[in-house]
């Protein structure tokens, strides 16, 4: 069982960033691959960003978020991070965070964090 919390949601202004994390515990962290997904108001869930078990040497972004996310992990701290820059209204939405381990067999939520672009 893996508990997750998300933090760092915000508002903020078009054209500005925000780091999200998501904090893990009650199991071994690094055989989680991590994911980050987004829902916008009447929208369905969708895949912003993932990052590979261990040492997280493969990353893959949704098409809208390549080159202003960046999504990362440190083991040593059981916490996964979300650094979104270039942030547009259309970014906004509640965050979650998603911990998958090995094969897919479990799955694990948080309890999403809300992100807010606007001026």
């Known amino acids: 069982q893996v508990q997750l919390v998300e933090s760092g949601g915000g508002l903020v202004q078009p054209g500005g960033s925000l780091r999200l994390s998501c904090a893990a515990s009650?199991?071994?962290?690094?055989?989680?691959?991590m994911g980050w997904y987004r829902q916008a108001p009447g929208k369905q869930r969708e895949l912003v960003a993932g990052?590979?078990?261990?040492?997280?040497?493969?990353?893959n972004y949704a098409d809208s978020m390549k080159g202003r996310f960046t999504i990362s992990r440190d083991n040593a701290k059981n916490t996964a991070y979300l650094q979104m820059n270039s942030l547009k209204p259309e970014d906004t939405g509640v965050y979650y965070c998603?911990?998958?381990?090995?094969?897919?067999?479990?799955?694990?939520w948080g309890q999403g964090t809300q992100v807010t672009v606007s001026s």
């Open positions: 998603n911990a998958k381990g090995p094969l897919g067999l479990t799955s694990y």
């Open positions: 009650g199991s071994i962290f690094s055989i989680y691959a």
């Open positions: 990052i590979s078990s261990g040492s997280g040497g493969i990353t």
